[in-house]
């Protein structure tokens, strides 16, 4: 009888230290050359512990694009008691068209990384800035979750990733354009607005209006006319007595306060910064993979998961 499957999608965190070996990957050569062993990796340990026969799929260097894309050229393969994993990896990373009319992965802020001669190093760097400037990103992550969800309705899915949860958020509020243009910013709610995105609100703004409160409007006007930065909070309960005279006075914009990376987040199973090779060596190695002992906290974290029946929140 076939065994069920284990079916593992992610970046090079995911992919076996034996796939490394065999590629001469130089970050796990010089682990190798200190340790003078290829340990498993978690997605070894876990099938081994299940008996679920593993098929790892994971591409070294990949983008979210990269990783999704190798689930849909594999779900065919999929059946309905096959348990598959998803490693997300890092926002900045992203695709460009090479020469030869393929998709290639840039990862940002590298030494050399691979670009088609069309693409220059300073604009690779420019979209990964952007790419970790606004959480909207995110959005794409929980899309696919989303989609993979909906085809696959029948099996156990589980995501997670090695990037810190930590939000960067953008203080970028007020663009050239938008000061020309005397725009206000309007936020839909603000009560439960994340820390974070309240203070960039804050910080970048010269004054703040509540909708829900009196002001006067002849006032505000003189202060957009004098080129100060204002936003407008709480349009979602705002009387019309007071929307409608904002809406029809300003050139207005209607600013996301949603932290994406933390609501994606809320589809993964708990994040924990597991051991890296640059600890486990004391930082004879240094790389931020997860080392053997990682590897092991995180197969143990997903045997738990899986053998209490928990599921990732969603």
């Avoid at 894309?69 to 008691?81: A, G, S």
């Avoid at 099996?155 to 997670?160: D, T």
């Avoid at 309240?198 to 409007?217: G, Q, R, V």
Wanted: aromatic share 14%; hydrophobic share 35%; glycine share 2%.
């Amino acid at each position: 009888m076939n065994k069920n499957k284990l079916h593992i999608f992610g970046d090079s965190f995911s992919q076996t230290f034996k796939s490394h070996k065999e590629s001469n990957s130089s970050w796990f050569l010089n682990y190798y050359n200190h340790t003078n062993e290829v340990p498993e990796n978690f997605s070894e340990i876990l099938s081994n512990h299940l008996n679920y026969e593993l098929v790892n799929h994971s591409i070294g260097g990949s983008s979210n694009y990269t990783i999704f894309d190798t689930f849909l050229k594999n779900v065919d393969m999929i059946n309905e008691n096959d348990i598959i994993i998803f490693g997300w990896t890092a926002i900045n990373r992203f695709r460009i068209a090479s020469n030869t009319n393929n998709f290639i992965d840039i990862l940002p802020f590298t030494s050399n990384p691979k670009q088609n001669d069309d693409v220059s190093l300073i604009t690779t760097h420019e979209i990964a800035i952007n790419r970790d400037s606004y959480s909207i990103w995110w959005k794409e992550i929980e899309n696919f979750v989303k989609i993979i969800k909906l085809i696959l309705k029948n099996n156990q899915i589980f995501h997670w990733t090695w990037e810190s949860p930590k939000t960067n958020v953008s203080y970028n509020i007020w663009s050239e354009d938008s000061m020309e243009r005397k725009i206000v910013m309007i936020a839909e709610t603000w009560k439960n607005v994340d820390m974070d995105v309240k203070n960039a609100i804050t910080s970048s703004c010269d004054y703040i209006f509540d909708l829900t409160k009196d002001f006067s409007i002849e006032e505000v006007r003189k202060l957009n006319n004098e080129g100060k930065k204002i936003f407008f909070i709480n349009r979602e309960i705002a009387p019309l007595s007071i929307l409608g005279p904002v809406c029809s006075n300003f050139n207005y914009t209607i600013y996301n306060t949603t932290n994406h990376k933390k609501e994606c987040y809320r589809n993964f199973i708990p994040y924990f910064k597991y051991e890296t090779i640059k600890e486990e060596t004391n930082g004879a190695v240094v790389d931020i993979h997860y080392g053997k002992y990682g590897h092991q906290e995180l197969a143990k974290t997903f045997i738990e998961i899986i053998e209490t029946n928990k599921k990732p929140i969603i």
